[in-house]
């Protein structure tokens, strides 16, 4: 049987009444107390999902960024298939990935230019998507665009942490700050996509993991400002898909080649003696081994983005497991973060993921 969301709110608020008094009666331990709720909640918030339809896609309107590729390209192709009228942002309309969407032909998926680091860009794009939906808000906000970088922190030019920080998590603040009186106003969806590095950090990623990091702690803001207007805001942790989404293909390769030879330009003698050359080599080394363990298709991840724009009840994060094998050791690290002294899981992640100087 189907509920709607104000008949399960007053079965919710019954509900929890009964579970509350039930643990202040027949338990005296503070522990049990919350372990039970925890229980009660989940199975309460499963059931819930489950029994209320799904939102109806028909006329609401989602704006996806960096859609040149990877899962922007994927989302954008998806979201139309689920018949929500899609505005695709790329950086580069002429891209590979723009052509194949503008291929569509289909007034209900428009091919638009963003740069998510130029503010003038951003607006030009807000006041577009402004244009069909003054009268309706904006229901859904992707914000997708980033830029995959390797880097150990004394080697990373402060141009390149300036530009990272910029695209990865500046470029969502931009989008958001845009759009969100659109999205108010529909009482729409706000999807930040950050990665499991957001969660913890790991040698190497200095640059990619202080933006990942500071885009959940943007998104863990934003959702509590925004909540009490309706407006949810999720986000999607995927682990490792760089060989699924391309970031790290022939191209990407080249381009993150092209970043650690700036970083030998820039490195003093005495830095250049320390780490040499062939520790920035086996950087990318590294990046081609893990394009080789990557999960081999995107699906989990178009998965949750759909699960975060249509369920009425939509999750607050999506940790997606991504990986070839059955074990995914960044999904496990992720789990297994937030319980272990620091010293212990430090011990786990090299041993997952070791960081060697190789001279």
């Given at each position: 049987?189907?509920?709607?969301?104000?008949?399960?709110?007053?079965?919710?608020?019954?509900?929890?009444?009964?579970?509350?008094?039930?643990?202040?009666?027949?338990?005296?331990?503070?522990?049990?107390?919350?372990?039970?709720?925890?229980?009660?909640?989940?199975?309460?918030?499963?059931?819930?999902?489950?029994?209320?339809?799904?939102?109806?896609?028909?006329?609401?309107?989602?704006?996806?960024?960096?859609?040149?590729?990877?899962?922007?390209?994927?989302?954008?192709?998806?979201?139309?298939?689920?018949?929500?009228?899609?505005?695709?942002?790329?950086?580069?309309?002429?891209?590979?990935?723009?052509?194949?969407?503008?291929?569509?032909?289909?007034?209900?998926?428009?091919?638009?230019?963003?740069?998510?680091?130029?503010?003038?860009?951003?607006?030009?794009?807000?006041?577009?998507?402004?244009?069909?939906?003054?009268?309706?808000?904006?229901?859904?906000?992707?914000?997708?665009?980033?830029?995959?970088?390797?880097?150990?922190?004394?080697?990373?030019?402060?141009?390149?942490?300036?530009?990272?920080?910029?695209?990865?998590?500046?470029?969502?603040?931009?989008?958001?700050?845009?759009?969100?009186?659109?999205?108010?106003?529909?009482?729409?969806?706000?999807?930040?996509?950050?990665?499991?590095?957001?969660?913890?950090?790991?040698?190497?990623?200095?640059?990619?993991?202080?933006?990942?990091?500071?885009?959940?702690?943007?998104?863990?803001?934003?959702?509590?400002?925004?909540?009490?207007?309706?407006?949810?805001?999720?986000?999607?942790?995927?682990?490792?898909?760089?060989?699924?989404?391309?970031?790290?293909?022939?191209?990407?390769?080249?381009?993150?080649?092209?970043?650690?030879?700036?970083?030998?330009?820039?490195?003093?003698?005495?830095?250049?003696?320390?780490?040499?050359?062939?520790?920035?080599?086996?950087q990318l080394e590294d990046c081609k081994n893990s394009s080789k363990t990557s999960a081999p298709n995107i699906e989990p991840v178009l998965k949750a983005f759909e699960d975060a724009l249509v369920n009425p009840c939509p999750h607050i994060r999506y940790l997606v497991r991504g990986s070839n094998s059955f074990f995914d050791f960044y999904y496990f690290l992720a789990l297994i973060c937030p319980y272990m002294p620091q010293h212990l899981f430090d011990k786990a992640r090299a041993y997952f993921v070791p960081y060697i100087i190789y001279k």
């Open positions: 049987m189907e509920l709607d969301l104000p008949t399960f709110k007053k079965i919710e608020a019954v509900g929890w009444t009964v579970a509350i008094c039930i643990l202040f009666l027949f338990f005296g331990n503070v522990g049990i107390c919350i372990g039970f709720f925890i229980l009660v909640r989940k199975l309460f918030m499963k059931v819930k999902r489950s029994k209320i339809p799904e939102i109806d896609p028909t006329g609401k309107v989602v704006v996806v960024t960096g859609c040149d590729s990877g899962f922007g390209l994927g989302l954008a192709k998806r979201l139309y298939e689920r018949n929500f009228s899609v505005f695709a942002c790329c950086l580069n309309v002429d891209s590979e990935g723009a052509k194949e969407l503008k291929a569509v032909g289909s007034e209900r998926l428009k091919v638009v230019p963003l740069d998510v680091t130029n503010d003038d860009s951003v607006s030009k794009c807000q006041r577009l998507v402004k244009e069909e939906c003054a009268n309706t808000g904006l229901w859904g906000l992707v914000n997708n665009a980033g830029l995959n970088f390797v880097g150990d922190v004394e080697l990373t030019t402060m141009d390149q942490y300036l530009t990272i920080g910029n695209i990865n998590m500046y470029g969502m603040v931009r989008t958001c700050k845009a759009f969100l009186p659109l999205l108010r106003q529909a009482k729409g969806r706000i999807v930040n996509v950050t990665s499991v590095k957001g969660l913890y950090a790991i040698p190497s990623n200095a640059a990619y993991t202080m933006a990942k990091f500071g885009a959940e702690a943007f998104s863990e803001t934003l959702r509590q400002e925004m909540s009490q207007y309706g407006v949810s805001v999720s986000i999607i942790e995927p682990c490792n898909y760089g060989g699924a989404t391309g970031c790290l293909n022939e191209a990407a390769l080249k381009r993150i080649k092209s970043d650690l030879d700036a970083q030998w330009a820039e490195a003093s003698d005495d830095v250049r003696q320390f780490y040499g050359q062939a520790h920035l080599q086996q």
